[in-house]
């Protein structure tokens, strides 16, 4: 019998068959548009003429996916926690793609 909080019995997954496989077209496609969507997140974030809820909006998003997770850093406990690690700035996309392109990649 499971435990309190365990659906499965010990030693039986409740997924099998494993983590689905990533379909290489999807993560493609998802390469090929992330500039211009980094690009517009950029344009709707610096807009003055926009809603600030738009704006705020795509400022979350582009940090949701720039800074690391808080939970992920280590803290020593030397000092005050840090609250967020800014990222440098970079102009182009060319440049991001250059620091951000994936190492196995020809």
Do not use: Y
Not at 30 to 49: N, R, V
Not at 61 to 82: C, F, M, Q
């Amino acid at each position: 019998m499971p435990g309190k909080g365990r659906p499965f019995p010990k030693g039986v997954s409740g997924n099998p068959g494993g983590r689905p496989k990533r379909d290489p077209e999807v993560r493609a496609l998802c390469e090929k548009f992330t500039p211009d969507a980094i690009k517009t997140l950029a344009e709707i974030m610096g807009d003055k003429k926009a809603q600030p809820s738009a704006r705020v909006a795509a400022a979350m998003a582009i940090l949701k996916k720039t800074l690391p997770d808080l939970a992920s850093i280590e803290h020593t406990g030397d000092g005050p926690r840090p609250f967020a690690v800014i990222p440098e700035v970079i102009d182009t996309a060319a440049e991001w793609e250059a620091k951000f392109k994936a190492k196995t990649e020809h």
